[in-house]
Protein backbone atom coordinates (compact mmCIF):
# COMPACT_ATOMS: atom_id res chain seq x y z
CA UNK A 1 0.00 0.00 0.00
CA UNK A 2 2.64 2.45 0.93
CA UNK A 3 5.29 1.55 -2.17
CA UNK A 4 1.39 2.66 -4.39
CA UNK A 5 1.00 5.95 -2.37
CA UNK A 6 5.07 6.83 -3.21
CA UNK A 7 4.41 6.09 -7.25
CA UNK A 8 0.91 8.14 -7.07
CA UNK A 9 3.09 11.34 -5.01
CA UNK A 10 6.23 10.47 -7.82
CA UNK A 11 4.32 10.33 -10.84
CA UNK A 12 3.19 14.25 -10.79
CA UNK A 13 6.77 15.18 -10.21
CA UNK A 14 7.93 13.30 -12.54
CA UNK A 15 5.76 14.47 -14.92
CA UNK A 16 7.04 17.70 -14.07
CA UNK A 17 10.81 17.00 -14.49
CA UNK A 18 10.20 15.92 -18.01
CA UNK A 19 8.45 18.97 -19.00
CA UNK A 20 11.50 21.03 -17.67
CA UNK A 21 14.33 19.06 -19.17
CA UNK A 22 14.04 20.93 -22.87
CA UNK A 23 14.64 24.19 -20.46
CA UNK A 24 17.92 22.71 -18.48
CA UNK A 25 19.38 20.88 -21.81
CA UNK A 26 22.80 21.88 -22.81
CA UNK A 27 22.56 23.95 -26.07
CA UNK A 28 24.53 22.24 -28.81
CA UNK A 29 24.24 24.78 -31.33
CA UNK A 30 27.27 26.92 -31.95
CA UNK A 31 26.69 30.70 -31.48
CA UNK A 32 27.21 32.40 -34.46
CA UNK A 33 27.66 36.42 -34.83
CA UNK A 34 25.39 38.03 -37.59
CA UNK A 35 26.00 41.73 -38.44
CA UNK A 36 23.47 43.49 -40.31
CA UNK A 37 24.50 46.79 -41.72
CA UNK A 38 21.27 48.63 -42.57
CA UNK A 39 19.57 51.79 -42.93
CA UNK A 40 15.76 52.94 -42.48
CA UNK A 41 16.67 55.56 -45.55
CA UNK A 42 17.49 52.47 -47.83
CA UNK A 43 14.96 50.94 -49.90
CA UNK A 44 16.63 47.79 -49.58
CA UNK A 45 17.55 47.58 -46.47
CA UNK A 46 13.56 46.41 -45.02
CA UNK A 47 13.63 42.76 -46.79
CA UNK A 48 17.23 42.29 -44.78
CA UNK A 49 16.16 43.92 -41.25
CA UNK A 50 12.87 41.35 -41.58
CA UNK A 51 15.20 38.28 -42.12
CA UNK A 52 17.83 39.34 -39.54
CA UNK A 53 14.95 38.98 -37.31
CA UNK A 54 13.30 36.24 -38.02
CA UNK A 55 17.34 34.51 -37.88
CA UNK A 56 17.31 36.22 -34.60
CA UNK A 57 13.70 35.25 -33.61
CA UNK A 58 13.11 31.88 -35.09
CA UNK A 59 16.43 30.51 -35.58
CA UNK A 60 15.51 28.52 -38.09
CA UNK A 61 19.03 27.07 -39.07
CA UNK A 62 19.86 23.62 -37.61
CA UNK A 63 22.80 23.36 -35.14
CA UNK A 64 23.17 27.41 -35.65
CA UNK A 65 22.45 30.01 -32.79
CA UNK A 66 22.17 32.88 -34.29
CA UNK A 67 23.39 36.09 -32.14
CA UNK A 68 22.19 39.14 -34.14
CA UNK A 69 23.60 42.39 -34.17
CA UNK A 70 21.80 45.18 -36.35
CA UNK A 71 23.85 48.51 -36.90
CA UNK A 72 22.18 51.13 -38.64
CA UNK A 73 25.03 53.49 -40.76
CA UNK A 74 24.63 57.10 -41.09
CA UNK A 75 25.55 57.62 -44.66
CA UNK A 76 21.54 57.69 -45.70
CA UNK A 77 20.85 59.93 -43.36
CA UNK A 78 21.91 63.10 -45.62
CA UNK A 79 19.44 61.27 -48.33
CA UNK A 80 15.67 62.87 -46.60
CA UNK A 81 15.18 60.95 -43.15
CA UNK A 82 17.64 60.56 -40.94
CA UNK A 83 17.50 57.38 -39.01
CA UNK A 84 17.09 57.25 -35.25
CA UNK A 85 19.27 54.58 -34.91
CA UNK A 86 21.98 55.58 -36.75
CA UNK A 87 25.85 56.18 -36.19
CA UNK A 88 29.07 57.16 -37.42
CA UNK A 89 30.77 54.32 -35.37
CA UNK A 90 28.79 51.80 -37.45
CA UNK A 91 29.66 53.83 -40.59
CA UNK A 92 33.27 53.44 -39.15
CA UNK A 93 33.01 49.87 -38.31
CA UNK A 94 31.53 49.01 -41.67
CA UNK A 95 34.58 50.57 -44.04
CA UNK A 96 37.23 48.43 -41.31
CA UNK A 97 35.05 45.48 -42.83
CA UNK A 98 35.34 46.66 -46.06
CA UNK A 99 38.88 46.59 -45.63
CA UNK A 100 39.33 43.35 -43.82
CA UNK A 101 36.92 41.55 -46.15
CA UNK A 102 38.94 43.45 -49.09
CA UNK A 103 35.51 45.08 -50.51
CA UNK A 104 35.43 47.69 -52.54
CA UNK A 105 33.03 50.20 -50.55
CA UNK A 106 30.47 49.97 -47.91
CA UNK A 107 26.69 48.85 -49.06
CA UNK A 108 23.38 48.59 -47.58
CA UNK A 109 22.17 46.02 -46.76
CA UNK A 110 25.21 44.24 -45.79
CA UNK A 111 25.72 41.39 -43.59
CA UNK A 112 28.66 40.10 -41.95
CA UNK A 113 29.24 36.71 -40.55
CA UNK A 114 31.49 36.05 -37.72
CA UNK A 115 33.29 38.21 -39.41
CA UNK A 116 34.55 36.08 -41.51
CA UNK A 117 32.04 36.53 -44.88
CA UNK A 118 30.49 38.95 -46.69
CA UNK A 119 27.13 39.25 -48.64
CA UNK A 120 23.62 40.71 -49.39
CA UNK A 121 21.67 41.40 -46.42
CA UNK A 122 18.90 40.28 -48.45
CA UNK A 123 19.97 37.25 -49.69
CA UNK A 124 17.35 34.71 -47.96
CA UNK A 125 19.64 31.35 -49.81
CA UNK A 126 22.72 32.10 -49.25
CA UNK A 127 22.80 33.68 -45.35
CA UNK A 128 22.02 30.27 -44.28
CA UNK A 129 24.46 28.44 -46.37
CA UNK A 130 27.12 30.98 -44.92
CA UNK A 131 25.86 30.18 -41.38
CA UNK A 132 26.50 26.68 -41.80
CA UNK A 133 29.92 27.21 -42.84
CA UNK A 134 30.47 29.37 -39.98
CA UNK A 135 29.10 26.88 -37.55
CA UNK A 136 31.47 23.96 -38.71
CA UNK A 137 34.23 26.34 -36.64
CA UNK A 138 34.94 25.40 -32.66
CA UNK A 139 34.46 28.53 -30.99
CA UNK A 140 36.25 29.82 -28.07
CA UNK A 141 33.35 29.66 -25.11
CA UNK A 142 32.44 33.44 -23.67
CA UNK A 143 30.36 33.26 -20.87
CA UNK A 144 28.07 36.54 -19.28
CA UNK A 145 26.28 36.78 -16.07
CA UNK A 146 24.25 39.47 -14.98
CA UNK A 147 25.91 40.88 -11.21
CA UNK A 148 23.46 43.12 -10.40
CA UNK A 149 20.85 45.82 -11.62
CA UNK A 150 19.90 48.67 -10.04
CA UNK A 151 17.76 51.70 -11.55
CA UNK A 152 19.47 52.36 -14.82
CA UNK A 153 22.75 50.51 -14.11
CA UNK A 154 23.31 46.83 -15.17
CA UNK A 155 26.49 45.50 -13.74
CA UNK A 156 28.19 42.24 -15.95
CA UNK A 157 30.54 39.34 -15.37
CA UNK A 158 32.27 38.32 -18.54
CA UNK A 159 34.79 35.32 -18.90
CA UNK A 160 36.27 33.82 -21.83
CA UNK A 161 38.55 30.54 -21.42
CA UNK A 162 40.84 28.54 -23.79
CA UNK A 163 40.92 31.35 -26.10
CA UNK A 164 43.02 30.51 -29.70
CA UNK A 165 43.92 33.61 -30.37
CA UNK A 166 44.68 37.22 -29.45
CA UNK A 167 41.66 39.69 -29.85
CA UNK A 168 39.80 42.93 -28.82
CA UNK A 169 36.78 41.50 -26.23
CA UNK A 170 33.91 43.61 -27.48
CA UNK A 171 30.60 44.21 -25.70
CA UNK A 172 26.88 45.80 -27.24
CA UNK A 173 23.80 46.18 -25.82
CA UNK A 174 20.55 45.64 -28.30
CA UNK A 175 16.99 46.13 -28.30
CA UNK A 176 14.73 44.30 -30.01
CA UNK A 177 10.70 45.14 -30.56
CA UNK A 178 11.50 48.42 -32.07
CA UNK A 179 9.83 50.45 -34.87
CA UNK A 180 9.72 53.53 -36.87
CA UNK A 181 7.04 55.57 -39.14
CA UNK A 182 9.34 56.47 -42.00
CA UNK A 183 8.05 60.43 -42.87
CA UNK A 184 10.55 60.94 -45.38
CA UNK A 185 13.52 59.39 -48.01
CA UNK A 186 13.51 56.25 -49.88
CA UNK A 187 10.78 54.41 -47.22
CA UNK A 188 8.41 57.16 -46.90
CA UNK A 189 5.07 56.05 -45.68
CA UNK A 190 6.85 52.72 -44.17
CA UNK A 191 6.58 51.32 -41.09
CA UNK A 192 9.45 49.99 -40.27
CA UNK A 193 10.01 46.93 -37.51
CA UNK A 194 13.51 45.90 -36.08
CA UNK A 195 15.02 43.18 -34.07
CA UNK A 196 18.32 43.31 -31.83
CA UNK A 197 19.42 47.44 -32.90
CA UNK A 198 22.69 47.92 -31.34
CA UNK A 199 21.98 50.58 -28.66
CA UNK A 200 26.27 50.51 -27.97
CA UNK A 201 29.12 49.04 -28.82
CA UNK A 202 31.96 49.22 -26.84
CA UNK A 203 35.64 47.54 -26.24
CA UNK A 204 35.85 46.03 -22.51
CA UNK A 205 39.71 44.43 -22.67
CA UNK A 206 41.97 42.26 -24.70
CA UNK A 207 42.36 38.51 -24.39
CA UNK A 208 46.16 37.23 -25.23
CA UNK A 209 46.61 33.85 -27.03
CA UNK A 210 45.64 30.64 -24.30
CA UNK A 211 45.28 33.02 -21.37
CA UNK A 212 42.11 33.18 -19.60
CA UNK A 213 39.92 36.65 -19.67
CA UNK A 214 37.29 37.95 -16.44
CA UNK A 215 36.05 41.16 -15.98
CA UNK A 216 33.12 43.07 -14.72
CA UNK A 217 31.94 46.01 -16.31
CA UNK A 218 28.90 48.08 -15.30
CA UNK A 219 26.63 49.59 -18.51
CA UNK A 220 24.60 52.78 -17.71
CA UNK A 221 20.83 51.79 -19.59
CA UNK A 222 19.10 55.04 -21.37
CA UNK A 223 16.15 55.84 -20.32
CA UNK A 224 14.20 55.22 -23.57
CA UNK A 225 15.58 51.32 -23.48
CA UNK A 226 12.96 48.93 -22.74
CA UNK A 227 14.76 46.56 -20.40
CA UNK A 228 12.37 43.97 -21.33
CA UNK A 229 13.42 44.12 -25.29
CA UNK A 230 17.55 44.09 -23.93
CA UNK A 231 20.28 41.82 -24.34
CA UNK A 232 24.21 41.83 -23.74
CA UNK A 233 26.24 40.51 -26.17
CA UNK A 234 29.85 39.43 -26.18
CA UNK A 235 32.31 38.69 -28.88
CA UNK A 236 35.85 38.76 -29.12
CA UNK A 237 37.38 39.61 -32.52
CA UNK A 238 40.74 39.26 -34.26
CA UNK A 239 42.28 42.72 -34.37
CA UNK A 240 44.35 42.12 -37.34
CA UNK A 241 41.55 40.09 -39.68
CA UNK A 242 37.98 40.78 -37.92
CA UNK A 243 37.39 37.45 -37.57
CA UNK A 244 35.06 36.38 -34.19
CA UNK A 245 36.36 33.52 -32.74
CA UNK A 246 33.94 33.69 -29.39
CA UNK A 247 30.36 35.25 -28.81
CA UNK A 248 27.48 34.97 -26.22
CA UNK A 249 24.32 36.76 -25.40
CA UNK A 250 22.51 37.53 -22.20
CA UNK A 251 18.73 38.44 -22.62
CA UNK A 252 18.06 41.04 -19.52
CA UNK A 253 14.81 39.18 -19.32
CA UNK A 254 15.98 36.00 -18.44
Known amino acids: MGREVDLLVMKPFLAILLLLAPLFAADTR?????????????????????????????QPVAGVNVIALEEHVDYWDRQGWRDPFSSADFTTRQ??????LHVEAPY????????????VGNDAQGVPKEL????????????ISMREKSGDQVKLAVQVDGTKSSGDVQLAITESKLATDVARGENAGRNLKHSAVVRQLMPIGKVKKGEPFSIETTVKLAREWKTENLSAVVFVQERT?????????????R
Open 30 to 58: TPVLVELFTSEGCSSCPPADALLGKLNDL
Open 241 to 253: CGKVFGVAELPFS
Open 132 to 143: KKAARDVKTPVQ
Open 108 to 119: TPQMVIDGRAEL
Open 95 to 100: KQYAQW
